[in-house]
């Protein structure tokens, strides 16, 4: 957040001494700057975050070795204080100014709900399996965050919920669908995260949507539907997010890394379609070409106003030259063709990522009244 919010403020400078705005207007939107750039995650923020991990899990496993060591009403009434000192005591933190540290106070409480649920249950031979423990901690957790309006508790909410989800599944290399109660609950959780204003929140939310449909794209190797149905979504949200920013904006809040999902989702769900077929000669190298086609489309849409973007474009570009010729090509050759085969294609990758640089930064060089006279407006 740091070096974004260092990039618009040299911005909103040029734009100042260029007489784009006005003096008032550049102070304006620096201290709108400043205050976002207050509310991201500082390098203190995860140390923070840290420390409050290793110290609820040296509580915990005090806790846990001496558990036989406490009376049973003792065991409980620990759990119960450990919580709601965490809770109470990261309100209160908040309150007086220390958000980073409340915040890691709320996730010593949130770990410690977790651990209650296990050894409440193992001490009062409750019923029941791990599966179960890790919904009722994601919907715990998920309650706290909405009555704290705290945005890690989203995001470890969110984290819960995934883990829940492919646990439903035993695993990723099974043959069990994951739970379809997933897709309400990523529904809820995103909705929380608007209420918690947790934009991280927001993007595991998507991010485990897609890892939701790999799951089921794995399970079912006979059909292309899954990763079918993830391509054309990740391709809508991608064009929704270009073309329609301010309206995506309103919707997600994202800025630029909800087009960064859409070619990340469309990519993962291209590899899956390539893996499936991979068999099927003809049908590979339509999906390469179909590959391709995305990342030049992609970077002509959005490349030019995110670097992220192109980096992805970039990284899926190069992994997918590399599968075609460790799958296809590396067949065909020889030991001897490897180095000049390899070369080529680093030569390929070079010229196509620096003619687009070029590209590019050309057009943000490119003064507001040639792009006038270019697009036949006035200056």
């Known amino acids: ?226 990763p079918l149905v993830m391509a054309i979504v990740s391709s809508a949200v991608f064009a929704f997010a270009v073309f329609r920013l301010q309206l995506a904006e309103r919707v997600a809040r994202l800025g630029a890394v909800l087009p960064v999902l859409g070619l990340f989702g469309f990519l993962l769900s291209m590899a899956l379609l390539q893996l499936m077929r991979i068999e099927q000669l003809g049908t590979a190298f339509l999906l390469a070409v179909l590959v391709f086609a995305g990342i030049i489309a992609a970077l002509l849409a959005g490349g030019r106003e995110s670097r992220r973007l192109r980096r992805l474009a970039y990284a899926g570009f190069t992994a997918e030259l590399i599968y075609l010729y460790a799958v296809y090509l590396g067949t065909m050759l020889d030991t001897a063709s490897f180095f000049l085969a390899s070369g080529l294609v680093l030569a390929i990758i070079a010229v196509v990522i620096r003619r687009f640089e070029k590209r590019f930064s050309r057009d943000v060089e490119r003064p507001a009244d040639q792009d006038a006279v270019v697009t036949g407006a006035k200056p």
Do not use: C
């Open 1 to 226: 957040m740091a070096s974004y919010a260092s990039n618009v403020k040299a911005e909103i400078t040029r734009w100042q001494s260029q007489g784009m705005i006005d003096g008032e207007t550049a102070l304006r939107l620096t201290r709108d700057i400043e205050a976002r750039r207050s509310k991201g995650i500082s390098f203190g923020g995860v140390i923070g975050a840290l420390a409050a991990i290793l110290l609820a899990a040296a509580i915990l496993l005090f806790v846990a070795a001496n558990w036989e060591a406490f009376p049973r009403l003792v065991r409980v009434t620990l759990l119960f204080l450990l919580i709601a000192a965490g809770y109470l005591g990261g309100a209160v933190t908040k309150l007086r100014g220390a958000p980073v540290w409340g915040e890691s106070l709320y996730m010593i409480a949130a770990a410690s709900f977790g651990a209650s649920i296990a050894l409440i249950g193992q001490m009062y031979h409750l019923s029941g399996d791990e599966v179960q423990a890790i919904a009722i901690w994601a919907a715990g957790t998920a309650f706290a965050a909405a009555m704290l309006r705290s945005p890690i508790l989203t995001v470890g909410s969110v984290m819960l919920a995934a883990y829940w989800m492919v646990s439903t599944s035993n695993g990723v290399w099974t043959s069990t669908l994951p739970s379809a109660w997933f897709l309400p609950a990523a529904l809820v959780l995103w909705l929380l995260s608007f209420w918690t204003g947790s934009p991280y929140g927001r993007v595991l939310v998507l991010l485990s949507l897609l890892l939701y449909g790999t799951l089921i794209a794995l399970d079912q190797q006979d059909s292309v539907s899954a």
